[in-house]
C-alpha cells in the first residue's frame, strides 16, 4: 500500500532512466525501480480506503518495500520537482 502523494520511481525501459512520479500517476505496464537489478512491471492498481499510515523516514530519503524502491517523501506539487520561489530542486535517484 501507498498513498497517492507518496513518490514511486519509474523505469523508462528504453533509456534506463529512472524518474520519480507520484503513485498516484503510475500506470498499468510501467516499470519501478526495485532493490534488484530487474525492474517490476505494474500489472494491476487497486485503490483502497484504510485508517491510520506508517510514515518512516530514512537517512537516504528511500525505503523498499516488498522489493519496489519508494521515496519516504510526497509530492505536493505533482512533480518530481519542488518549486520554492524561484529555486527548484528535483528528486533523483
Same mark, same amino acid.
Given at each position: 500500500?501507498?498513498?497517492?502523494?507518496? /513518490?514511486?520511481?519509474?523505469? *523508462?525501459?528504453?533509456?534506463?532512466?529512472?524518474?520519480?512520479? #507520484? &503513485?498516484? *500517476?503510475?500506470? @498499468?505496464?510501467?516499470?519501478?525501480?526495485?532493490?534488484?537489478?530487474? #525492474? &517490476?512491471?505494474?500489472?494491476?492498481?487497486?485503490? @483502497?480506503? *484504510?485508517?491510520? &499510515?506508517? &510514515? #518512516?523516514?530514512?537517512?537516504?530519503?528511500?525505503? @523498499? @518495500?516488498?522489493?519496489?524502491?519508494?521515496?519516504?517523501?510526497?509530492?505536493?506539487?505533482?512533480?518530481?520537482?519542488?518549486?520554492?520561489?524561484?529555486?527548484?530542486?528535483?528528486?533523483? /535517484?
Amino acid at each position: 500500500k501507498i498513498s497517492k502523494s507518496h /513518490m514511486l520511481f519509474v523505469v *523508462d525501459i528504453g533509456s534506463g532512466e529512472i524518474h520519480a512520479v #507520484p &503513485a498516484s *500517476d503510475v500506470k @498499468v505496464g510501467n516499470w519501478l525501480h526495485t532493490d534488484s537489478t530487474i #525492474p &517490476a512491471q505494474v500489472e494491476d492498481i487497486i485503490s @483502497v480506503f *484504510d485508517e491510520g &499510515a506508517y &510514515a #518512516p523516514f530514512t537517512k537516504s530519503g528511500t525505503i @523498499v @518495500v516488498n522489493g519496489v524502491v519508494s521515496s519516504n517523501y510526497v509530492s505536493l506539487q505533482g512533480t518530481d520537482t519542488l518549486t520554492v520561489g524561484n529555486v527548484k530542486t528535483s528528486l533523483n /535517484m
